[in-house]
């Protein structure tokens, strides 16, 4: 694999190529004759005092060494350059292979792993390619020529040179597996080490506000000492891999001068035969040396060309080669028998039929898994279906150019990511030609326009680190901006409004409303507050349709929809969302405070404390003891579970309406899960020190409760 790098290298640059090889023969030719003018220089000019001989000699090698040296600086001209379009050929191969995948591929390598293959694999592998061309042609070629100039000078000599060369390869025999371990393991810690500066530059709020700056002090350091030891190894062997094949030329150097000496006193050699001999042979010791030294770059670049195989071995999951163009899109889109599955075995979406018009405002809800989001993916086309087809007015789109469904559609997501750049030049991304009067009559649809002109500088204002500098309403307002300015004829929100505050939410979700008259609006929400508004609900439930209806027709239904709908019923939250309060009546219908008095129930509720969490924080820890009950008034989060091999899994998703933690209300015992916020979280909770002086007031509470509970416990031991 790595010489497929070198040819792939010498087809690129042939010109540049050319030049470093004629650079190399020249070099070349100027050592071995600077090395033999030695027999010459002293046999013909020194000895018999010829001053005119002296004077060629001389003027021949200065000239020589003239050549040399322009030679050597085209050469070396010519090798910046073949190295610069290296590392600029592979890079931008790896960033347009990125480019291609989906969500899989982020899952399976970090971003900081991907950083380090641009920073760290590359340039090793560069370094490797051109020290094994340049370098390692250089000395295998003046090795050759070498050898051939000393079997015509003395050949019992040069049989001694070269089974002593032999010695030069040893350290690499012996080090070689040593050498690829460290590597490995030096990238290894190299990568938690990207990881952890990333993941400190990404959360550094939550890191400051919990006062984690110690704890994460202490993992970086950690990682780098790691690295430290791990670095002196390595490098370490590497010098090995260089000093031991220094030591075994000196031996052979001071063989050859002994026993060629012993021939110059026995008249075998004249001393100028000698002098060149020896000449030539520090020139060939040099080359073998050279050619040993090449090895420690080409066992670095092997690990990090494992590396960055594994990056681009990696098959997108989908291929955009598709032929025709998609027309304008006018009747409407259908997903026909989809099924689709992550992992092999395990089923996302099972024989899914779906039929969405192209205009008006439609909404698919569905409880955590159900795979709504999928749905949004396929529409999207991030990813193909195992099998099925998903159609646009008939289109199979993986018939059609890919590029021409993403001219039609604009698309919203929960997170909205904006460059580092102005505002202006975010809003133009999708539509870079887009006029003024454009750009401000998408600012206006989407209710931003008057917000960034009072902005200092308008249109031009910074946005940094990604919309730190904004409020999360106009990141948002923003990102819808620019999903407008393209006139899409299909609008898709992913969880578009479910990280604002219940204001600017409303405020948003009416501007969505208004677009929905001239354009087809697709959102996947688990907010049924807002799913309401739309003009077509569809419930899945397990990869497949459960419902298909309007708001008034799913509750009058009373299927999946309405107990979703009831489930998200009896929250009262605050002006700007920063508290909440729940009602007795939504109390009530928890399964273990059903048939309780509407007194106890109306003081319970007054016993809630709300608790803001940011995303990413830590609700519940495994093997803490358990002291409250939580509701989730708004937000989500995971369940996981570590086991006993140290490996954390993720075994539920809970969201607006969901509660956990009921057990802590009678018994403290360890929690038997973390629960972990996955964005911003507004909690209601319920500590056992104020429940329990409930329970001395209504003594009725406790049988109903210890009940329910003791039912809830049996089984969760059974399952």
Partial sequence: MFWKYIITTIRSSPLLLLVMVLGAVIDIAFRYLSSLSYKYLIDKAIVPRDGQALAVIVGALLVLGLINVAAGISGDYAKARVGAKFLFDSRIKLFRHMQLQSHRFYERFRIADLLARYSDDIPAIQSAVLQTFTGGLLSVSSVIVGLSILFTMEWRLTLIVL??????????????????????????????????????????????????????????????RSMLSVGVQRSFVTSNLNRVPMVALSILTAVILAYGSYLTFDGVLSIGEFMAFNSVFFTVGQSMFGLASVLPYFLSARTSLERLQQVMEWEPDVSEHGGSELPAVHSGITLKDISFAYVPGEPVLQQLNLDIPTLGYTSIVGSSGSGKSTVLQLLLRFSDPQSGSVLYDGYDLREVQYSSLLQQVGVVFQDSILFHATIKENLVVGKPDATAEEIEGAARAAGIHDTIVGFRDGYETMIHNQGDNLSGGQRQRIALARALLRNPKILFLDEATSALDPETERSVNETILSLSRSRAIISVTHRLAYAAMSDRIIVLDNGRVAEVGSHEQLIERGGLYGQMWEKQQGFVLSKGGSNAQVQADRLGKLPFFQGMEQDALEQMAWLFVTEQRDAGATVVTQGDTGDKFYLIARGKVEVCVDTAEGKRHKVAVLEDGDHFGEIALMQHIPRTAHVITVTPCLLLSLSYDHFHPLLERFPTIREKLEGALKTRLQGRDAS
């Fill in 163 to 224: 089974f002593g060369s032999m010695l030069l390869f040893v350290p690499h025999r012996l080090l070689k597996s040593r050498s690829l371990a460290l590597g490995k393991a030096y990238f290894k810690h190299l990568e938690k080490f990207n990881g952890s500066i990333d993941e400190n530059m990404k959360a550094y709020r939550v890191i400051r506000a919990f006062d984690l700056r110690q704890s994460m002090l202490e993992k970086v350091e950690g990682n780098l």
